[in-house]
């Protein structure tokens, strides 16, 4: 072959080549080959830091120290037995020297809490069971000064307390923000005094919203893992923004890392009440109520368990002079629907005492509106209609009817019957083996509603008959239980 003509092949080759390496080119760009691209980095959910939140609002919460005059708080030893009885033979010298008949003397208790302020005025924000009979309040700021603080108002019910300092200075103050757009994982800062350790700042999520946990009322608590300690209470829950969304108020002292925080947007219109009026006043329906269950729900025709079971109405109360009657089933007040007691409970609690509410209930199937005109809600007079009947037989059995609160107190879902709240020792009951818990559907045979039947079904039964018990106990099913009258 001639050189020209190999040179000539060597350009062809080339060509080729070439036009090979460019069809590569264009697939690649064209997406019919994707060369090996980096791993993409992951959002980062961890904010850098939370020093600029804690430096910013850290000058309006406060640290708060009350003094408490105990009566009668006497001597250490004087919260012991002494091992022998009235034969004492040390008796002179514990007299002597302790002085036995001596009145027992006032002593004071310090205790440590947390606050914040949330206004240019003074007033800070904190926890009722952080002040609550206290004798002295005083404030310390982050700055080192320190202010003796009055009380302008409390509210048990939500464990929520109001107090103020004068300042001539420009006080800081904090923003209140909305806990009802706050989200389950979102970041929260907690700020407090835990253990007297001044200003601490601890960071976590909200780990759950509306938690009841049996305080009270109107429970709604935000549950957290922010770190909260003893100290903390009355402290502010912060979003990001610095903008206060719950007031740190209560702990599960066997749950580490498990806290709970009251929502600022139930406290907002607490606040308002205690400046202007020093107290809350909250509307009263005057009904005893119940959630439902599915069984009632099934019974009653109920959608999805919603509403709200009226089990007992108060003479003369609102719900009485409107025409409410037990049994009732409470769908809606004023067209807002509500599924639940602590809804309804929430909802009445809100309207002002002599306003007039449309409330809607559900009666043998059929929808029916009541005008009821709204009361005040009084605490002692409901406290002493939530006093129960209980009482005790020679068999040192003490039962009680089944109410919603034995309900929760005990745990049960029952009822029908009576419940057991206490045996004395060394009874006939306790000797059989009779418990606080068990429900008492029987004796001897004879159906067992309320304290009354039983207290009848015993009497009939004479000294030395046999007595017969048809007893639910909780995680055992039905026993029956026998012993002598």
Do not use: C
């Amino acid at each position: 072959m001639k050189f020209t003509d190999k040179f000539n092949n060597l350009i062809k080759w080339k060509s080729l080549l070439i036009m090979l390496f460019m069809a590569v080119g264009m697939m690649t760009a064209s997406g019919f080959y994707a060369a090996p691209q980096a791993e993409a980095k992951p959002t980062r959910m961890i904010p850098e830091n939370f020093s600029g939140l804690a430096e910013m609002v850290s000058p309006a919460v406060v640290n708060i120290r009350t003094v408490k005059t105990i009566k009668g708080g006497g001597r250490v030893f004087r919260h012991f037995r002494r091992p022998f009885g009235d034969e004492d033979p040390f008796k002179d010298f514990f007299e002597k020297f302790f002085g036995e008949d001596q009145q027992q003397k006032d002593f004071k208790q310090r205790s440590l809490g947390s606050g914040f302020i949330i206004d240019r005025d003074g007033y800070i924000v904190t926890n009722n069971h952080v002040i609550e009979d206290a004798d002295e309040i005083q404030v310390k700021l982050k700055n080192g000064d320190e202010y003796d603080a009055k009380i302008v108002g409390r509210d048990p019910n939500t464990d929520l307390a109001l107090i103020k300092i004068k300042s001539e200075k420009n006080l800081p103050f904090l923003e209140l923000g909305n806990s009802d757009i706050l989200k389950v994982g979102q970041w929260v800062v907690a700020i407090g005094s835990p253990f007297g350790l001044e200003h601490t700042v601890t960071a976590g999520i909200v780990s759950a919203k509306g938690r009841v946990i049996g305080s009270g009322p109107y429970d709604d608590f935000i549950q957290t893992d922010a770190s909260i300690n003893p100290g903390n209470s009355g402290g502010p829950l912060l979003d990001l923004n610095g903008e206060v969304i719950g007031i740190n108020t209560a702990i599960i002292a066997s749950g580490q890392g498990i806290g709970f925080a009251i929502p600022i947007n139930l406290a907002k219109n607490i606040f308002e009440q205690l400046k202007r009026h020093g107290e809350v006043t909250r509307g009263w329906l005057g009904v005893a109520i119940q959630d439902i269950t599915s069984e009632l729900a099934e019974y009653y025709g109920v959608k999805n368990k919603k509403g709200v079971l009226v089990t007992e109405v108060f003479e003369g109360d609102p719900a009485d002079k409107a025409g409410i009657r037990p049994k009732d089933i409470i769908i809606e007040v004023n067209s807002t629907k509500v599924e639940t007691t602590r809804e309804l409970t929430r909802t009445v609690a809100e309207l002002g005492v002599g306003e007039s509410a449309n409330i809607k209930v559900l009666r043998d199937g059929k929808e029916r509106t009541f005008k009821v005109r709204i009361a005040k809600r009084q605490d002692e007079k409901i406290a002493s209609r939530d006093t129960k009947k209980e009482e005790e037989d020679e068999l040192g059995i003490r039962v009680s009817d089944i109410t919603p609160e034995v309900s929760r107190r005990f745990n049960i879902k029952e009822s029908e019957g009576v419940i057991v709240v206490g045996v004395e020792p060394g009874s006939k009951g306790e000797k059989a083996d009779v418990m606080s818990g068990d429900i008492i559907k029987e004796v001897n045979h004879k159906t067992i509603k309320t304290v009354d039947d039983y207290t009848e079904a015993i009497r009939k039964i004479k000294s030395g008959e046999s007595v017969q018990m048809f007893i639910r106990r909780m995680n055992s099913g039905f026993i029956v239980i026998k012993l002598t009258k």
